[in-house]
């Protein structure tokens, strides 16, 4: 069987969530790297991140599932500073735990968000705790 790597991340939360929705729609696929990336977040640049790998017949659904997330989060996401949309929501903690939070709160679309987590905006590097967006879920297929 063989695998392709439809995108790589620098972000451990964030490969995580995106492994965990693209599961949930049925695509088989895992994180390459990882570790290492944990371990040694310099070496990251020299290797390419944290690697989502998928089956090569789930590639074109991983892809488009991939932009409809990127699309759905640039809605979903906007930095109060200064209104861009380059915002990760972070762990501070980064514990094995922490992840699968993230990922059934970014599932159900909810706005719980547990201790230790931020929204950090790569833009202008202001940190907050909760989106002060418009305050629709965004949620569709419901
Ligand atoms: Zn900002």
Redesign the pocket.
Known sequence: MNFVIVRSFDNYIDANITLGRLQSEGVQGFLRDEYTVTIDPILSNAIGGIKLTVREQDAPKAMELLEGFDREKRAFFK?P????ND?EFISTSRKASNWFSAILSFLIGSYAIAPNKVYH?F????EFKELNNNGDSQSDGQ
């Open positions: 930095c500073n200064c209104g861009s915002v905006c833009n202008c590097g202001h």
